[in-house]
C-alpha cells in the first residue's frame, strides 16, 4: 500500500494521503474478469438506482450537473424554494463493512463461484505501508474495498445502492461515487426545511444500519430562490 498526497492538503497530516493498494498483475486481470461478469449481471438487471453515475459506462458528473441544474431552474419557474444540501462520506471505500457488503451482494443476485471469490478476495486482507523505501509491519483489514482495485469501484456502488431508497415525498436525490446531493423545492422555505429534516433523518438511520460516516466538514447547503 502506497500512501498518495492529496494536492493542497497539509503534508503533515495523515488524512492529507490516499491509501492506494498495489496488487499483483496476476490478482489485477482476475479481479478485471470478475469485474466485467459483475457489472455484466448488475447493469442487466437494472440493479443500480438510476439515481447513480459514478463508475458507470455512459454516465458522467455532467449528468448530475445538469440535472441538478435543471431542477433549481424548474424551482425557479415555478417561484420556489429550492434547498440542496451536499453530502460527503467520510472514507468511503477504506470504510465499507464487508459483512454488509456480502448482503447486499446476494440480495443483489450475486451467488455460487463469482460470490464464493469476492468473500474470499475480501476476507483477511493484509497490507503493508511502503513508503520511502521501507516497509510497515503487515496489519489485517478489518472492513473496507482496497482503493486503487479494479473491483473495488463496482463493490461500493452496490453498497450505498440503497442509500436513496426511501427518501420521503418532494425530495430527491443524485450521486457520484460517493458524493450525494439531496433536494426539496416548495414554495415556502420551512416546508422545504421540515422536508430535508425528515430526508436526513432517513439518512441517518441508513448510515447507523450500514456502518457509514459522514464527513460533516464537506457536507453543507445551499438555497436557491428567485428573487421577488
Known amino acids: 500500500m502506497v500512501p498518495i498526497h492529496k494536492k493542497g492538503k497539509d503534508r503533515a497530516k495523515v488524512d ?4 492506494i493498494s498495489l496488487t499483483s498483475c496476476v490478482g489485477k486481470l482476475m479481479e478485471r474478469l470478475i469485474n ?7 447493469e442487466k438487471n437494472n ?13 458522467s458528473t455532467e449528468d448530475q ?4 441544474s435543471q431542477k433549481i431552474e424548474d424551482g425557479y419557474q415555478d417561484k420556489k424554494h429550492t434547498l440542496t444540501i451536499w453530502i460527503d462520506m467520510e472514507k468511503a471505500f ?12 446476494q440480495k443483489s443476485g450475486v451467488a455460487g463461484c463469482m460470490f464464493q471469490w469476492i468473500c474470499q478476495y475480501l476476507n483477511n486482507r493484509k497490507a503493508k505501508v511502503h513508503v520511502s523505501g521501507q516497509y510497515s509491519r503487515k496489519k489485517t483489514l478489518k472492513d473496507g474495498v482496497p482503493q486503487g482495485g479494479v473491483l473495488s469501484p463496482t463493490l461500493f456502488l452496490v453498497f450505498i445502492n440503497d442509500i436513496v431508497k426511501d427518501l420521503p415525498r418532494n425530495v430527491h436525490g443524485a450521486i457520484y461515487a460517493d458524493d450525494l446531493a439531496l433536494w426539496c423545492s416548495e414554495e415556502h422555505i420551512t416546508t422545504a426545511n421540515y422536508r430535508m429534516q425528515e430526508a436526513l433523518k432517513v ?20 438555497i436557491c430562490r428567485r428573487k421577488n
Open 16 to 19: 492529507s494521503y490516499r491509501p
Open 36 to 42: 466485467t461478469r459483475l457489472t455484466w449481471h448488475l
Open 47 to 59: 440493479t443500480f438506482s438510476p439515481e447513480q453515475a459514478g463508475f458507470r459506462q455512459h454516465r
Open 65 to 68: 450537473v445538469t440535472y441538478i
Open 94 to 105: 477504506d470504510k465499507v463493512w464487508k459483512e454488509g457488503l456480502k448482503l447486499k451482494l
Open 203 to 222: 439518512l441517518e438511520d441508513w448510515t447507523k444500519r450500514w456502518l457509514v460516516n459522514i464527513n460533516t466538514r464537506k457536507t453543507t447547503y445551499t
